[in-house]
């Protein structure tokens, strides 16, 4: 699977961005698929993931009540809504697909884990 990301830009802490990750081929709906970030200088964290029915999500807990995961099989898309941004969500993010047996927070939420990774977008939060 293929992934592109986008959707990331400038905002100033207090507003939000929606980002969304395009999937090519048919087999989308076998992937879990998460959201990772790095900022300069630091190790690359998770974010967010959804599994691939869509019913299960996880966040990590500086990113939860203000970030949400969505996905659509349909259009082999998933995004991340992000709200209430401060200028500490800087950082490239990046949308990951992973082939799960099964989804679990600590499986999620390892970058090792997953096989594909989308190219990265800015986001920056101006305070």
């Known amino acids: 699977v293929q992934l592109q990301a986008f959707g990331g830009g400038l905002v100033q802490a207090g507003g939000s961005l929606r980002l969304s990750c ?15 970030r790095q900022a300069p200088g630091k190790e690359r964290e ?31 898309t998933v995004d991340l809504q992000m709200n209430s941004l401060k200028p500490e969500d800087t950082a490239v993010y990046y949308c990951a697909a992973g082939l799960f047996a099964s989804i679990s927070l600590v499986r999620a939420t390892k970058s090792s884990a997953y096989g594909y990774w989308g190219q990265g977008t800015q986001v920056t939060v101006s305070s």
């Open 22 to 36: 395009a999937a090519s081929g048919r087999t989308f709906i076998s992937y879990a698929m998460g959201w990772f």
């Open 46 to 76: 998770f974010v967010a993931a959804i599994s691939k029915s869509g019913g299960t999500t996880y966040y990590a807990d500086s990113v939860k009540g203000r970030f949400t995961i969505s996905r659509d099989n349909a259009q082999t």
